[in-house]
């Protein structure tokens, strides 16, 4: 999933600073599950927003909405009855669902409420890790389910390096060492002779390197 966490409260304020009349858009997916975007986060922003404004003296009207996934055109079509009144948007989505709506409803301000930061998954209550950078041509195969583009620091195909300490990494005691945790789960298969080929250098045109990507596939196109 995407991770994403709120801007600071503050940050959220001044971009709202000119605007009376806001409607908080959540997205049901992603940032529902990290708890930056969803109903509930839509609920505890608008009150703080209505209570900050109420101690400047100011009259602010909010609509809270949250869809099921900002990034479904169905999905932020929705949304169209609940713009009439409104003179800003504030999305709770990722990038992805800011864009979404601000390209939907050219007319109307779109602002960012998060900050979107990357690919990842749940480790444990509260704690979610970036596991993959999407460059388009998978390799766990080769490195025992463990990805070193997005866990390598380096993202070495070849690792690791010379900085590998007691399994960490050598930018943090916190961070574990990728290519310690690959050299491991091969040895629990009985696979390390796969470590001695050389993996030669990636072609980075699957991924953001090449440019923006796309995927089409005619067989769902109506
Ligand atoms: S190899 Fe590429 S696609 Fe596979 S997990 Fe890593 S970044 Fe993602
Ligand atoms: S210590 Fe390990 S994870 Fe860190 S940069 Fe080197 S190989 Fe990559």
Redesign the pocket.
């Known amino acids: 999933m995407i991770v994403a966490e709120q801007k600071p409260f503050e940050e959220i304020e001044e971009m709202l600073a000119d605007y009376r009349r806001i409607l908080v858009v959540g997205c049901g997916a992603c940032v529902t599950v990290c708890a930056a975007g969803g109903e509930k986060e839509v609920g505890i922003l608008s009150s703080a927003l209505r209570i900050a404004a109420k101690a400047k003296g100011l009259e602010i009207e909010i609509v809270e909405k949250t869809i099921v996934r900002q990034c479904e055109p169905e999905y932020v079509e929705g949304l169209r009855e609940y713009l009439a009144d409104v003179d800003v948007v504030l999305s709770l989505g990722c990038g992805v669902g800011v864009q979404h709506l601000a390209e939907a409803y050219p007319k109307i301000r779109v602002l960012p409420g998060l900050n979107t930061g990357f ?1 990842g998954g749940t480790r444990e209550h509260g704690v979610w890790a970036e ?10 195969a080769e ?1 025992g389910g463990i ?4 866990r390598c620091s380096k993202s070495l195909l070849n690792g690791p390096c010379g900085g590998s300490h007691n399994g960490k990494c050598e930018i943090s005691d916190e961070v574990d060492c990728a290519w310690q945790l690959i050299y491991d789960h091969l040895q629990a298969l009985g696979l390390t002779s796969r470590l001695v080929e050389i993996r030669p250098t990636k072609d980075w045109a699957t ?1 953001r390197d090449g440019g923006p990507r796309k995927v089409v596939r005619e067989d769902l196109r109506l």
């Open positions: 690919m596991a993959c950078a999407g460059c388009g041509n998978c390799i766990l490195t990805c070193p583009i997005a991924a």
